[in-house]
């Protein structure tokens, strides 16, 4: 065979030959080959190479992932046991099987599905494996459907038509008969529903349900956003009948059942554009020096009746979701927006827990009971926070000694343990047909950090009081707001990352993170690479989430925490309201089973409520961006990957991505180990926390991504002003190209999906 045969194959090591050998017995796992069968398959002619595979084979057998049927001729070795678990879809298609039968995600690759999509519940085979290798499976049953409903563009020819799924919802096209079209012209944005799914075909049978509209348009795409996360548009009639029957009038004998907190100084602080009041405080000095502060809360518990009409749908949408432009609330408008809403002037009924505290912000005494309140004022966080610097209002020296406790009670959380995690959070001016005609941050200034501190003292509180036991004592079901340590190897990773930037992280004991935790975001404030670092670092934490198995709050450094706060917009403070006037009456404990569920599927709205945030942030971004091609920004490098790096500006925190293909200066390699890429010929390298100046090549509205460019790179030799932090030293090593690597481990999402975090 001549050189010329046998130079493709160079680049062909052991490694690419062992899993590309595994990826043919896993998607043939009940067949059996040789060497030159799998030579055949891959495309191999070449002797040397084919004496590899034989070698390579043998040491697959050695590793328990082959048995050797006859001499020479091999077969994957499975397992016996099937675990069932979620499917967990990549960008790529391939996906991970997320069970708590295994403590590692099973790796499916896509060919293995077998028409599973994301969220599914599923039961896998896992494919033998050995120690050093991730576990590999395939789906042999779906067991559940998470999703039948896709949004997307319709394309129609003469004989066919097809939905092309928006964002990453669904890596196939839906066929659509014409008959089954229901109105949708071709370029429509619409739902359509999977109606069959044959088993040899790779495309699934669909049709649509509605026509959304013109992609572009905003009510289309607001629209298609909550179709695409299933939020409901409206109330349904009967809910919204059973609301206005609820009268706005206090019957005269509830009064007598209740603390009257009327003649008490009481307001709400809240954004400007709030139109719900859940919470309120009150508060008087009292003969002992002492103040007594009464955070009232909304008694929505008392106009939502368990089991009824409202309750069920409060509690099948269980938080209300507040999109760039709307509001998707939890209640009818009349309940939140007016029978409950603490508005100012108006009697109104309240749960509230009232402490009584001492100069130094110290529990004397509290209690917890039903009240009815009449706020005084109604301010906004801008107009407090005025008086809070100097200016004069209404109120000025209740709100100056709610700050000053506020202050301390703060004070004593970091000493004891909780961490600072006060991001920026991007929000926009929008004119009255959507468009967004700004962008600004908001900030968490003394105001908002006053109202903080009391709803997290109410919140820790009010869990203390069921949770916490006397001796002799049984413990009673409760819904806890719960957020464990963070998995050490996580911790690791991101502690080697920051690295990079010369920032350091110390883990040794939980107070000793919490506190080199608290530095490290002190120290990247108002730098470059704050939004990256401090997003990464919420990551790195275990999502908080609701369960009635109490492990503390980590974050809050709390040993007890519940949400009691806000149950016009969130189920969970509503079941609170429920089991604390239950327990505190003397009832029993109420079933565990059930209450764990109800927290369950809080957990997962609330986490579907971040993500459709989330994206109608990235659209409005995209759509700021859109009347701004060919500008120069100067932005900062978020994440790197494979297939280029992503920049987020700074003056917007719009992110959007450089393409390795727009690189033409140098053919660039991804180091994963150091998070860059490097040109082969010049050695030029492009890291996270780089700062470079990029414009707008592309705003794709639909898909809602942003393409930058780099300043100075458009098929010239210039080099693009690449400004390195101080911190950041050039990567130690250069590793090899990554040409022919497999599966989804690279660091594809470091600084993506950004999301606010929540307590």
Known sequence: MSKKEKKPHKSIGKKELYQSLFDIFTHKPNEYFNYKQLALQLGIKNMELKRLINEVLYEMKIDGLLSEESTGKFKLKAVSTYITGIIDLTAKGTAYLVSDETKEDVFIPQVNLNHALNGDKVKVIVYARSKSRRPEGEVVEILERKKETFVGIIQCSRQYAFLVPSGKQLPYDIFIPLNELNGAKDGDKAIVKITEWPENQKNPVGTVLEVLGRPGDNDTEMNAIMAEFELPVKFPANVEK???KIPD?????????RKDFREITTFTIDPKDAKDFDDALSIRKLKNGHYEVGVHIADVSYYVEENSVLDKEADARATSVYLVDRTIPMLPERLSNGVCSLRPNEEKLCFSAVFELNDNAEIADQWFGRTVIKSNRRFTYEEAQAMIEGGEGDYKTEILELNDLAQKLRAERFKSGAIDFDRVEVRFDIDEKGKPTGVYFKQSKEANKLIEEFMLLANKKVAERIGKLKPGQKPKTFVYRVHEQPNPDKLEEFGRFIAKFGYHLRSSNPKTLSSSMNKLMSDVKDRPEQNMIETLAVRTMAKAAYSTENVGHYGLAFDYYSHFTSPIRRYPDVMTHRLLARYIAGGRSVNQEKYE???????????????AERASIKYKQVEFMSDKLDQPFMGTISGVTQWGFYVELNDTKCEGLVSMTELEDDYYEFDEENYCIVGRRHRKVYQLG???????AKANLVARQLDFTLVGNEKTETSPSVIRSKAIT???????????????ESNKNKGRNKSKKRN
């Open 242 to 244: 059973a609301a206005e």
């Open 249 to 257: 009038t206090i019957p005269d004998e509830e009064y007598k059942t």
């Open 597 to 611: 569920e109800e927290c369950k599927h809080c957990s997962e709205m609330e986490q579907v409520a971040a993500n």
């Open 690 to 696: 780089d700062q470079v100046m990029v414009k707008v």
């Open 730 to 744: 050039p990567p130690r090593s250069v590793r090899k190209s990554r040409r022919g690597r497999r599966g989804d």
